[in-house]
């Protein structure tokens, strides 16, 4: 059997190659993560709730299976994000309101990956309801970015990052609203990816229709990005806007080899400032595209309309899934929270028909410019990992912003216009801290996403920077 060591930083496609062998067992796997994790977690806490127990339990019950039926993943462990249900596990969303809960039964989607083969063995650290880009809790406290302690692991998949970054995980489940798959894996060195609208069902919750967030995967590199993928997605009737399984694997899309012929790189898309050093990475990343034959021209579609129309939409989805919390639980809520439940509770019906309008109108033109384009990349943060004291960015290149979620204006942008986006690890700020380029794709066109994303992964040489131990502040 290989060493702990090679287990830990070996890829997720590998490991899963191993458990269907019979070369390893995911009890080894579990074995070498739970000592992983006694080494390193002290100094990320990113994985504050651990179920060893219940794992072990799941992992001898998958091996009463003969190797080639234990699914897609094949008994490998993965942690869960502490917003999504686990049936018989701590889940407390960040929040001291329910810092003692553990639900009787998992959201659907821990039930799917369980079905393909996953291994719940941890719940990942995520700010109070996922809210703001920063994983701080008043339950667990922060998590810190294992490329400078010091430094913020950006969020809500904060932790789901920072155990992958650090070989606490060979995959990841996350969950992204306004970035929150993708600004963690710009800021911790990995890849994350928000999906289309449907392509990974889940438990509805407040609203059968709310599409402003999704579940979706985050791994070390594409490859085993693509492969979560294919184990999280397909048809459910519980979830009535899941989309079906396609006939062909995402990680086949990803090894294909298939690349854009003409990309769009645009470093603010028109409505954020944006660090000039951050800008100066990402552009250099996506001009290399054209060592693959690809055309890289400097456009964007119009988004103009996307600080308003995310502000009403966001704060809209807080009101009807949280506005009882806020009559009941003020006390215990955050301000951040409280804020954009109460922006929510004060909408008219005309700023609801407005913003709707908004996204609509957007969407549309985002549609039209990717008859032009197969591929549109841009930062995928504005800024590089701050100081983990601050809560959020206040203003970047000279420019104050007007909320704590204005910062995140490329993403949620991304999010409007309904289109599958990840964040590829691109390169490194003078201070060796991470910059992740924000790869977006049409509507449900995550095989192309994938395909073209593995391309450029190729040409950076990227692929084997992490896992790391954690570092002291570089300062």
């Excluded at 009463?64 to 993943?73: A, M, T, V, Y």
């Excluded at 329910?98 to 799917?112: C, F, G, H, R, T």
């Excluded at 920063?134 to 294992?146: H, L």
């Amino acid at each position: 059997m290989p060493s702990d060591q090679a287990l830990i930083r070996s890829t997720a496609c590998t490991i899963v190659g191993q458990l269907n062998s019979s070369e390893v067992t995911p009890l080894d796997l579990l074995d070498a993560l739970e000592k992983r994790i006694a080494e390193v977690d002290r100094k990320t806490n990113a994985l504050p709730i651990l179920c060893f127990d219940r794992a072990r339990s799941h992992a001898k019950a998958l091996m009463q299976k003969p190797p080639g039926e234990r699914g897609l993943l094949a008994g490998l462990p993965i942690p869960i994000k502490d917003l999504t249900n686990v049936a018989g596990v701590r889940t407390t969303q960040g929040s001291p309101i329910y810092k003692d809960n553990i639900p009787a039964n998992s959201d659907i989607l821990v039930d799917l990956i369980e079905s393909n083969g996953g291994v719940v063995f941890a719940k990942s650290n995520t700010p109070e309801f996922g809210a703001g880009a920063n994983t701080f809790n008043e339950v667990f406290g922060p998590t810190r970015n294992p490329w400078d302690l010091s430094r913020s692991a950006a969020g809500s998949s904060g932790g789901a990052a920072v155990a992958l970054a650090t070989g606490m995980a060979w995959l990841a489940h996350g969950s992204d609203m306004g970035g929150s798959l993708r600004n963690p894996a710009s800021f911790c060195g990995v890849v994350g990816l928000r999906p289309s609208i449907g392509r990974v069902p889940h438990t509805p919750a407040a609203k059968i229709d709310r599409t402003l967030g999704v579940q979706g995967p985050m791994a070390r590199n594409v490859e085993d990005l693509a492969l979560f993928l294919d184990a999280m997605s397909g048809e459910h009737p519980a979830d009535p806007l899941s989309l079906p399984r396609l006939p062909t694997s995402f990680l086949s899309a990803a090894r294909s080899g298939n690349k854009p012929k003409r990309i769009a790189y645009s470093a603010d898309l028109g409505i954020t400032p944006v660090d000039p050093e951050v800008a100066a990475i990402t552009r250099k990343a996506a001009s290399r595209f054209a060592e693959a034959g690809v055309l890289v021209e400097e456009a964007h579609p119009d988004l103009r309309e996307a600080h308003e129309c995310f502000h009403v939409l966001r704060a809209f989805d807080f009101a009807i899934s949280k506005a009882a919390l806020l009559r009941n639980k003020r006390e215990y809520l955050k301000p951040e929270v409280i804020w954009n439940i109460e922006e929510g509770l004060k909408l008219s019906v005309e700023q609801l028909e407005r913003a709707e309008a908004q996204r609509l109108a957007m969407t549309t033109r985002t549609l039209e410019f990717f008859k032009n384009y197969d591929l549109l990349l841009t930062p995928a943060t504005i800024v590089p990992p701050f100081p983990i004291e601050h809560r959020y960015v206040g203003e970047c290149a000279g420019k104050k912003f007007d909320n704590y979620v204005e910062w995140l204006g490329i993403v949620y942008a991304i999010t409007l216009v309904c289109c599958p986006a990840l964040s590829l690890p691109c390169g490194f700020t003078a201070s060796g801290l991470p910059v992740g380029l924000q790869i977006v794709a049409p509507s449900r066109g995550e095989a192309a996403l994938l395909a073209g994303a593995r391309v450029l992964e190729d040409v950076l040489g990227m692929r084997r920077a992490t896992p790391i131990d954690p570092r002291g502040s570089a300062r």
